[in-house]
Structure formats: C-alpha cells, structure tokens
C-alpha cells in the first residue's frame, strides 16, 4: 500500500492544515498540493478515514523517518511476558518442593507468568474426592501469595491440574 502522499491522495476536497500546524480549512485537492508545492513540503494525508481528510504539509521524508523512530522506541520498551512452567506431583519430596519453590519464585520475581501444573501418574489416582493430591497445588499458591496472584483458578487438563501465577504489580 502506498503513502498518501501529493499524488496518491484520492479524496476531491480535503482539511488542510499548514506547517505551522494552523486549520487552513477544506480546499480541493489540486489547491492542496499547490499550496504545499508553494512552500516547498509535501501534502500528506495523516487521517485518511476523517471526513473530509485532513492533510498536512509537511517533509515526507523526515515524516517517515520519525513515525519509523517511534515504532522502534515503542518496540524497544514492550516486556514480552513468556509463561514459564513448573511441574509438580502428587507425591513428591519435600526437598524437590522446595527446589520447584525456589525456582518458581525467581521467575515471578524476574516478570514472567508461572504456570503450575500437578501431573497425575498411573499409579496415583485422580480423584475429585482425593483433596490430598490438590495439597502441594495449594502449598505452593501459599508459599508465593506474597509475590503473585492467580491469574486463573486450578483446571483439570487431561491427566493434570493446572493454575497460572501472575507477579503482583509493584
């Protein structure tokens, strides 16, 4: 798609405003670019969807140049939040609980989401009635209230139960 620049404006009147940033008013289109060619700017379309267009005159080149500035300093400050996961069991050790804990606390502590999941084996049974096996799932939401929040609440998935922690905003 092409910029709506000088020639690739389409619309018959349009808003204009000048480079001082002053309402010149509607003018048709072939006025516009005069105007704008009489300063020696460019007639750029900045809101193509207003009725009529509003156009301003401006250096399309340092206009571009800019707007390509900005998307990268936005990019530059956007924190992707990845989802870290850590399994758990219903029977395991206390010393791998506490690893897990440890682990999952610098995750949250780092930013990113925590996704614990109880995993279920053959020979441990799920059931809706086995509160037991939901303990250490519990335990580990107690142990880390104090830096994160459920995002969602325990969900049965297949042969495990899983829940999201977020970090608690500071």
Avoid: H
């Avoid at 008013?25 to 193509?48: H, M, N, T, W, Y």
Wanted: charged letters at 35%.
């Amino acid at each position: 798609m092409d910029a709506l620049v000088n020639e690739n404006i389409m619309a018959p009147e349009v808003l204009v405003i000048n480079e001082k940033g002053e309402q010149v008013g509607v003018k048709r289109i072939e006025e516009a670019r005069k105007l704008a060619k009489s300063v020696e700017l460019d007639l750029v379309c900045v809101a193509p969807n207003a009725n009529p267009p509003v156009c301003r005159f401006l250096d399309y080149s340092k206009f571009r140049y800019e707007q390509q500035k900005r998307a990268r300093e936005s990019k530059k400050n956007q924190k992707m939040v990845t989802v870290k996961e850590i399994w758990l069991t219903p029977v395991i050790s206390v010393n791998d609980f506490e690893t897990k804990l440890r682990t999952g606390r610098k995750f949250l502590q780092d930013g990113d989401k925590l996704k614990v999941t109880l995993r279920f084996n053959r020979r441990v049974r799920m059931l809706s009635s086995d509160i037991d096996s939901q303990k250490n799932l519990d335990k580990f939401v107690e142990m880390t209230q104090d830096i994160a929040t459920v995002e969602s609440k325990p969900s049965l998935e297949g042969k495990s139960i899983s829940l999201i922690l977020v970090p608690k905003k500071k």
